[in-house]
Every structure is written in structure tokens, then in C-alpha cells.
T-cell receptor, first 111, second 109 residues
């Protein structure tokens, strides 16, 4: 499989649950990203990893915890989320700055 | 801080008519500008970037530093152009990409 793959595509969780979102890229890119897409809001950059090192953390609450074990995999660990965290979480990768390849997203609902 | 503004949330044009999607940015340095597109039930994808100066699917965009704009244009819209369009700005050589709120383009038959 090529491109950027995100699992699960849909996730429903309670506020006390712990879950993880997974992203995998088969493009040989060296940077990976998490973006949040909420209704009526622009895409918000959450985290950037460049060669497995986190280079951006845009004031994201600690209930979101990223992990990048290698340049092909990116996780977003979720713990004690709030209903306002319900959104579409997009993963992307890039080799050239600004040229992002996106996954289809993980639709998260927090009850 | 950098900011991208797309003033039109919705835009409708008839097939064959010219279309222009507006994008303005605020950044004091030398930005790199991009247009991304999301067709129905497809993932977000890069359409074009200003430094390549290409025409993709008939679309062009010119960076106007005086007006801090990067409007997307096509002389003759097609129904398959209906999609959500996002303007985005990157600081030179930086990984952070700032997106506008998007414009939903509908091309009517």
C-alpha cells in the first residue's frame, strides 16, 4: 500500500478512555504531522516531527501525546479527552517543506 | 504571527465562467504560498505552489507581494472543479504550514 494511511477511520471514546490514532506513510518522507480539523475552523497544526524529532508543538494540551518511533510511523495517544476535542485528525507527511501528503483522517467523537 | 485569510466560505459559478478564489496573507518575511484542494470523499491534496509557477488543471495563482495576495484563478470553470480549496502559507524552509479556513467552490451546470 502506498501513501499515507490512518487508522482507525472512526473512533468513539468516553472522557476517561485511553486510545491511540495511528499513521503510516510509505512515501519515504522525513517529516510527519498531526493536524486537527474542526467544524468551521481552519486546519490547526498540532505536532511536527522531522527525522523522528519533534520540532513543533503548537500549545497542544497534554491530553494529546504524540509518538514517532521511526520516520514511517506516527501515533497520537489520547487520554482524558473533552467533548470539544471531537474533530477530524489528519496525518500528513512531506519530503519538501510545504508539500504535504495527507491521510484520509480519523474521525474522533468524545462522549 | 503569520495568518491566511480566505474571505469567501462559499462560491458558486456556472460552468464555463471564470473563477477566482481569494487568498490574502499576513507575514512580514518571504512566504511560500500553496493551494490545496479536497474533492468530495477524497483526501486533501496539493494543487499548486507559487514558486513552481505552473498551471495545474487549468488553475494558476500569482503571488502579489504588494497586495499580500495569492488568488487562485481559472478562466473556464468545469463541474469537476467543485471542491473545497485551501490557501496555505509556509515560512521559508520551515515545516509549519498555516492554512486558511477554506472556500467551497460549486460549479453549476
Amino acid at each position: 500500500e502506498t501513501g499515507v494511511t490512518q487508522t482507525p477511520r472512526h473512533l468513539v471514546m468516553g472522557m476517561t478512555n485511553k486510545k491511540s490514532l495511528k499513521c503510516e506513510q510509505h512515501l519515504g518522507h522525513n517529516a510527519m504531522y498531526w493536524y486537527k480539523q474542526s467544524a468551521k475552523k481552519p486546519l490547526e497544526l498540532m505536532f511536527v516531527y522531522n527525522f523522528k524529532e519533534q520540532t513543533e508543538n503548537n500549545s497542544v494540551p497534554s491530553r494529546f501525546s504524540p509518538e514517532c518511533p521511526n520516520s514511517s510511523h506516527l501515533f497520537l495517544h489520547l487520554h482524558t479527552l473533552q467533548p470539544e476535542d471531537s474533530a477530524l485528525y489528519l496525518c500528513a507527511s512531506s519530503q519538501v517543506a510545504g508539500e504535504l501528503f495527507f491521510g484520509e483522517g480519523s474521525r474522533l467523537t468524545v462522549l | 504571527a503569520q495568518r491566511v485569510t480566505q474571505p469567501e466560505k462559499l462560491l458558486s459559478v456556472f460552468k464555463g465562467a471564470p473563477v477566482e478564489l481569494k487568498c490574502n496573507y499576513s507575514y512580514s518575511g518571504s512566504p511560500e504560498l500553496f493551494w490545496y484542494v479536497q474533492y468530495s470523499r477524497q483526501r486533501l491534496q496539493l494543487l499548486l505552489r507559487h514558486i513552481s509557477r505552473e498551471s495545474i488543471k487549468g488553475f494558476t495563482a500569482d503571488l502579489n507581494k504588494g497586495e499580500t495576495s495569492f488568488h487562485l484563478k481559472k478562466p473556464f470553470a468545469q463541474e469537476e472543479d467543485s471542491a473545497m480549496y485551501y490557501c496555505a502559507l509556509a515560512l521559508s524552509s520551515a515545516r509549519q504550514l498555516t492554512f486558511g479556513s477554506g472556500t467551497q467552490l460549486t460549479v453549476l451546470p
